[in-house]
T-cell receptor, first 116, second 111 residues
Framework: ETGVTQSPTHLIKTRGQQVTLRCSSQSGHNTVSWYQQALGQGPQFIFQYYREEENGRGNFPPRFSGLQFPNYSSELNVNALELDDSALYLC???????????????FGPGTRLTVL | SQQGEEDPQALSIQEGENATMNCSYKTSINNLQWYRQNSGRGLVHLILIRSNEREKHSGRLRVTLDTSKKSSSLLITASRAADTASYFCAATPYNTDKLIFGTGTRLQVFP
């Protein structure tokens, strides 16, 4: 098991609402990436944070936003929820350019979001 | 859209047999990583192979990488029922840190 934790495990929201998902990175990791995995598909990159700054973004609209805190934990915020936002949201942490394992991304268990 | 493709989409074998999964990607990469996922839960990292490596082993896993063909394969030897899961390859495009995942292979190992 990795040291990456996510909360909550499951969440049900209605269309138009806003949601905040949380991720605690593995000890010693300063980079957090977020992915969306729709049912039956591979995960898709949303964005990455390195030392509290956004460090790359995938093809997701601005209503997907994030934060990284000084302890390197992170939040994913989604505004104006749509039915298609229903998915498993995964965060992954990595060491960010230090050590022999620096680019391996370790994933948390995910948050299952259902939008009704 | 996803960059990687995997085949087969599904694979069913008996315990003790070997399982081979193939992955193709589209751009130059820094590395390629393989992950396992059980029943829609989190991804478990299996192995990372860098662009200057051709083959890597970890326990019962053997990964190959052919950058000229932009392809990789994962071999699981002497499979076990506990290996039943979905397997994903994920490429890290050159000069980025993001992972571009394939479509996944669903492996079923029967006792």
């Amino acid at each position: 098991e990795t040291g990456v934790t996510q909360s909550p495990t499951h969440l049900i929201k209605t269309r138009g609402q806003q949601v905040t998902l949380r991720c605690s990175s593995q000890s010693g990791h300063n980079t957090v990436s977020w992915y969306q995995q729709a049912l039956g598909q591979g995960p898709q990159f949303i964005f990455q944070y390195y030392r509290e700054e956004e460090n790359g973004r995938g093809n997701f609209p601005p209503r997907f936003s994030g934060l990284q805190f000084p302890n390197y934990s992170s939040e994913l915020n989604v505004n104006a929820l749509e039915l298609d936002d229903s998915a498993l949201y995964l965060c992954a942490s990595s060491m960010g350019a230090s050590g022999p394992d620096w680019d391996t991304q370790y994933f948390g268990p995910g948050t299952r979001l259902t939008v009704l | 859209s996803q960059q990687g493709e995997e085949d087969p989409q599904a694979l069913s074998i008996q315990e003790g047999e070997n399982a081979t999964m193939n992955c193709s990607y589209k751009t130059s990469i820094n590395n390629l990583q393989w992950y396992r996922q059980n029943s829609g839960r989190g991804l478990v990292h299996l192995i990372l192979i860098r662009s200057n490596e051709r083959e890597k082993h970890s326990g019962r896993l053997r990964v190959t990488l052919d950058t000229s063909k932009k392809s990789s394969s994962l071999l699981i030897t002497a499979s076990r029922a506990a290996d039943t899961a979905s397997y994903f390859c994920a490429a890290t495009p050159y000069n980025t840190d993001k992972l571009i995942f394939g479509t996944g292979t669903r492996l079923q190992v029967f006792p």
